[in-house]
C-alpha cells in the first residue's frame, strides 16, 4: 500500500521527530515521540482502517514489536509512529536532503531500501509493504 506523504514531506522537519541522542541530548527518544503524538492529528497518513491495519502488518513485520503491543496503540499513536519511521526514511537519505529533489539518483542508488518516491502525479509517496 502506498501513503501520499506529499503534506508531510513539504512541511515537516525530519528531524524533531527522528533524531538521535548525539543530536538531541538523552530525551530524545522521549522528545522526538512527543513532538509526532503532538503532530499525528495533523499528519493523519493513516486515515483509514485499511492503512492502519497495512502499517501494522508492516511495523510488525520489522520485529520491534509484537501483535498485542501494536493493537495496543491508539491511532494517533500508531500514525505518529508512522511520522517517524517516515521522517527517519528521509533522513536516511542523502539524495531526500537537497531541494531539487534527484528522484533518479536516490532510485538508482544501490544498497538502498526506497520506500519513498515520487509518482507520475508528481505527488510523494511511503511504501508500506515487504
Not at 67 to 83: G, R, T
Request: contains cysteine.
Amino acid at each position: 500500500m502506498e501513503l501520499n506523504i506529499t503534506r508531510f514531506f513539504n512541511e515537516c522537519a525530519p528531524m524533531d521527530y527522528s533524531a538521535s541522542i548525539a543530536e538531541l541530548g538523552q530525551s530524545a527518544g522521549a522528545d522526538t515521540w512527543r513532538a509526532a503524538n503532538d503532530d499525528s492529528a495533523e499528519y493523519m497518513l493513516l486515515d483509514n482502517e485499511a492503512k492502519r491495519d497495512a502499517f501494522r502488518s508492516f511495523v510488525k513485520s520489522s520485529g520491534g514489536w509484537n501483535a498485542d503491543e501494536i493493537s495496543a496503540w491508539s491511532d494517533i499513536e500508531l500514525n505518529a509512529l508512522c511520522i517517524q519511521w517516515i521522517a527517519g526514511d528521509i533522513r536516511e537519505s542523502f539524495y531526500l536532503d537537497f531541494k531539487p529533489i534527484d528522484w533518479n539518483a536516490y532510485k538508482n542508488a544501490e544498497n538502498e531500501i526506497h520506500r519513498i518516491f515520487k509518482g507520475i502525479d508528481n505527488e510523494i509517496y511511503f511504501y508500506i509493504g515487504e
